[in-house]
């Protein structure tokens, strides 16, 4: 076969999300636009650009209320972006508005993690690539760390985390990690999951029970994580071991579902069994009426985003003196 046939000829055409040719040219089909760190004129939120990890060259994007005191402490939100694990980034149009208006309505500072993604660097990397973030964050609890806007502004007692879609999952298995792995002086209050990547090799709920779309699922899974275990491999399955849903390292957990996503049933499983687990937190669900998957990025102006997002705000606010 010619380098042209090769180049053409494709592997896995994961569409609308990316393809992967037989030549091994990976094709992204969403997710491409970046833009760049600015103070932003609608918000009055100032962001900008830092380096977590010198040695494979991964940034994160922090975000910080314009009208801030030198030295006022406000709650810290650590975000991890969404997209399947293989597409778009921390510095794109749709994270950046959103983080933008999140930051502003709920008075936080926050920091959206860049992470390698698949498959050019399969899983578990993006998991390695977020726990660094979370050390590179946490090396400023003692006000001397390489970031100002971090030493001056961030409330290390009142950390969350939260992500969309894949990023919820980073977010869980982050806050598990906490759990094990304790920081001193870096206190996760909460996490929020919308809309989390969870998966299973038995149906939940009201799931699809049709074999060719599980199968479709799981190749997906199998494609971004190829030294998987299957469907119940913790890392998309964490409710296939109970036990460990109860060393979640947070006392708060708020979860969204949409009703007409796909992965709705999972996000209400997770819900189930972590009540079940014998974690000893509170974790709420709110499931969106007739919304899709991640419509609060494809539509944020309409009301049932609104109302998401004043949630979310409340979430990080209600401990605060």
């Known amino acids: ?43 009055n939120v100032d962001s900008k650009d830092v380096v977590y990890s010198p040695e494979n060259n991964l940034s994160a994007r922090l975000y910080l209320p314009k009208n801030t005191n030198q030295n006022q402490k406000l709650p810290l939100l650590v975000y991890f972006h969404g997209g399947g694990f293989c597409i778009e980034t921390a510095f794109s149009p749709t994270y950046h508005n959103y983080l933008n208006d999140l930051v502003s309505e709920a008075n936080i500072i926050a920091v959206s993690v860049d992470y390698r993604r698949a498959p050019e660097h399969p899983l578990p990397i993006a998991y390695e690539d977020s726990w660094d973030a979370v050390k590179w964050v946490a090396s400023h609890v003692d006000g ?38 304790i920081i001193d002086g870096f206190n996760v209050v909460g996490i929020v999951l919308i809309h989390p990547y969870f998966w299973g090799v038995e149906p939940v709920g009201s799931e699809p029970t049709d074999v060719k779309i599980r199968a479709g699922t799981e190749r997906f899974w199998r494609f971004t994580c190829p030294s998987t275990s299957g469907l119940d491999d ?20 708020l979860v969204f579902a949409a009703e007409k996503d796909f992965l709705c049933p999972r996000g209400w499983f997770y819900y189930e069994k972590l009540k079940e687990s014998g974690w000893g937190g509170h974790v709420e669900i709110v499931e969106s009426k007739g919304e899709q998957h991640v419509f609060h990025l494809i539509n944020p102006t309409c009301e049932n985003a609104g109302s998401m997002l004043k949630k979310i705000c409340s979430f990080f606010n209600q401990d605060k003196p």
Not at 11 to 30: M, N, T, Y
Not at 166 to 176: D, K
């Open 144 to 181: 001397s760390g390489p970031e100002d806007w971090l030493n001056r502004n961030a409330d290390f007692e009142q950390v969350f985390y939260s992500g969309d879609s894949a990023g919820a999952n980073i977010a869980h298995h982050m806050a598990i990690r906490n759990g094990g792995e």
């Open 234 to 253: 913790p890392w998309v399955n964490p409710c296939a071991d109970g036990s460990s849903l109860a060393s979640l390292g947070c006392a708060r957990v």
């Open 1 to 43: 076969m010619d380098s042209a046939n090769a180049s053409s000829e494709v592997a896995h055409d994961f569409s609308p999300l990316i393809k992967v040719h037989k030549d091994g040219k990976v094709e992204r089909l969403r997710g491409t636009d970046i833009v760049p760190p600015s103070l932003d004129p609608k918000t």
